[in-house]
């Protein structure tokens, strides 16, 4: 966990590594009388803020929620266009993160005692591999081995590194990170201290953090090569370190000055909870029920009222559900216009003769957005209500491990656990994390203190429980649940196994009738480059320049080609 907070020094450095470093880069490399020597601890705090500060809102507003939580089904909201506004990770990936990992790099191979700074380069390739997974995960072929070139070798034509070749290099330079920061024999490291506003030059916790991200490119190898993805499972394992082993050990960003989707969190419309997500939350009586969702307006003496005038509710509501202020949306509002009519419109309750009052309901429950946007509504308090966005979650860590243990992917390796036991790992860090980003963004909490009896409590709930009848797709659900605040892992998560299953009894998706793009699309860099990104769209089976639903719903990145449609998990 991390707070970005109003340090002058940093952000007089972040200032100066943003313009000397990135828009006279050409100026400085070709003029030998021009000298420069950028503190390398601010060009990583630089980068490491634009990894989630980079996109300004515009991914949460036009990528996020209008798409890739639509078509999760962790919301539902009118169905908008795909717009030019997506994909933002894209140009910030080239622009705001490799820059200054590049040159740390530099800086650091000119330096006499270089053999000191071996740490601080190392935990550059891990931010490359976190932000270039991200960009992969929608493009496909991205420049990488090549890329930035263009300021050091006046290389302009950078080739596009095909999904295989990613993942290969960033499994070893990840590999490579971890034994460099792994190694005790090295001599005396200089450290990023404060400037690392991740993990303030942990070393630990850059390891397990690489760790996890081996565990991400093995779950979006599997599709393809399972045995690949079983052995970079079992290297985790068998690592001394090992992944993201605690709350405190994962990559969250915390801010009292960013705020995420900010105040364009009801942009267009307002996003509301789909039935599928509120009515699992409610059967099993999840406490992040009320983190995630606001309450409708069935609270307080709301009965009273529809008694005095004889008012029956809908008939999707049941009268006597003990959670009744909880009520979701059909994903697709086409599917259930019966239900989807009281997401634009009030349940309308009285009458205007004299004496009486005409009393509007909203039915349908919102999205928490004081959760997403701590300033929603006047948001206010000692706090002033902080911002958080999950990164890479220890959650996630344990929930990764649970499926493949579960699926057998350990051979004779030791899992330090059983998949039960990661995955109640995982579920109790979850409801710790998602109550602790509720807290800060004062949006209303689950519990105080440490929560352990609501914990608990759900831990035993029969729905929850693992029951060997179908205990994978119990923790594929879990996993699910947990990445409400991570939009681009939710996705990933649906595409690659097919949950929710349209067909469950469990947890079942819900038909939804609309075209889903797979993918996103890069845009012609112009006649210096435009060989080799046409070359990666024919080796891709990309159309290029299309942006149409029919397009991206059918042309698939490599590593999703075999991956089961939505809703139709094995």
Same mark, same amino acid.
């Given at each position: 966990?991390i707070k970005i907070l109003k340090q002058l020094s940093v952000a007089g450095v972040l ?9 006279? &880069? ?11 020597? *950028? ?39 009118? *169905? ?40 601080? /380069? ?40 095909? =999904?295989q070749t990613l993942f290969t290099t960033w499994l070893g330079e990840l590999d490579n ?46 599709? =393809? ?8 499972? =079992? ?57 995630? &969702? ?24 049941? *009268? ?51 959760? &997403? ?52 790992? /995982? ?136 991956? *089961? ?6």
């Open positions: 966990m200032v100066f590594s943003a313009t000397s470093c990135e828009k006279n &880069f050409g100026e400085i490399n070709t003029d030998p009388s021009v000298v420069i020597n *950028p503190d390398i601890k601010f060009l990583l705090s630089y980068a490491e803020d634009k990894m989630v500060t980079g996109y300004g809102g515009n991914e949460w507003v036009w990528e996020s929620m209008e798409q890739l939580f639509r078509y999760t089904q962790h919301v539902t909201t009118d *169905p908008y266009e795909i717009t030019n506004n997506v994909n933002a990770r894209y140009n910030n990936y080239y622009q705001q993160v490799l820059p200054n990992l590049f040159e740390i790099r530099r800086q650091i191979d000119l330096k006499e005692d270089k053999e000191a700074y071996q740490k601080m /380069g190392a935990v550059t390739y891990v931010l490359q591999a976190c932000e270039g997974l991200k960009v992969t995960d929608m493009n496909g072929s991205i420049p990488y081995t090549e890329a930035v070139k263009g300021r050091y070798e006046d290389k302009y034509d950078p080739v596009y590194n095909d =999904q990170a971890i034994a460099t920061l792994s190694n005790s024999s090295l001599p005396t490291q200089f450290e990023y201290g404060n400037a690392d506003i991740y993990f303030k030059s942990d070393w630990a916790k850059w390891v397990k953090l690489a760790n996890s991200l081996k565990l991400r490119i093995a779950a979006r190898l599997e599709n =393809q090569d399972v045995a690949k993805t079983k052995q970079i499972f =079992q290297q985790v394992l068998q690592d001394a370190t090992g992944p993201i082993d605690a709350d405190n050990g994962q990559l969250q960003y915390e801010s009292i000055d960013y705020h995420g989707i900010g105040g364009s969190v009801n942009y267009r419309s307002t996003r509301y909870g789909t039935t599928s997500i509120i009515n699992f939350l409610k059967k099993s009586n999840d406490p992040r029920i009320g983190i995630y &969702f606001e309450k409708n307006q069935l609270t307080g003496s709301y009965a009273d009222t529809l008694a005095k005038y004889g008012a029956t509710l809908p008939a999707f509501i049941n *009268p006597a559900d003990p959670l009744i202020a909880y009520q979701g949306g059909p994903a697709d509002w086409t599917t259930n216009p019966a239900v989807a009519t009281y997401i634009s419109n009030p349940f309308v309750v009285g009458n205007n003769n004299p004496g009486n009052k005409v009393t509007n309901y909203r039915l349908i429950s919102p999205i928490n957005r004081r959760f &997403f946007y701590p300033k929603y509504n006047d948001g206010t308090g000692p706090g002033a209500g902080e911002y958080t966005e999950m990164v890479v979650s220890y959650a996630e860590t344990c929930l990764l491990i649970a499926e493949f243990i579960e699926k057998e992917y350990a051979g004779g390796v030791d899992t330090k656990g059983s998949a039960e036991d990661w995955y109640r790992k /995982g579920i109790a860090s979850s409801i710790r994390t998602m109550n602790n980003i509720a807290s800060v963004a004062e949006s209303g909490t689950a519990f105080s203190g440490n929560g352990d009896a609501i914990i608990n409590a759900y831990l035993e709930n029969p729905e929850v429980k693992l029951n060997g009848v179908n205990d994978l797709e119990r923790i594929y659900i879990q996993q699910y649940i947990n990445l409400y605040r991570n939009p681009n892992e939710a996705f990933v998560f649906v595409r690659r196994t097919g949950y929710p299953k349209k067909t469950s009894a469990y947890y079942a998706r819900e038909t939804f009738n609309e075209q889903i793009a797979r993918r996103w699309w890069t845009n012609d860099p112009g006649e210096v480059n435009r060989t080799n990104w046409n070359a990666a769209l024919s080796e891709q089976g990309f159309t290029p320049n299309q942006r149409d639903l029919p397009t991206l719903s059918t042309q698939r990145i490599w590593y999703d080609k075999n991956a *089961p449609a939505f809703g139709e998990g094995n």
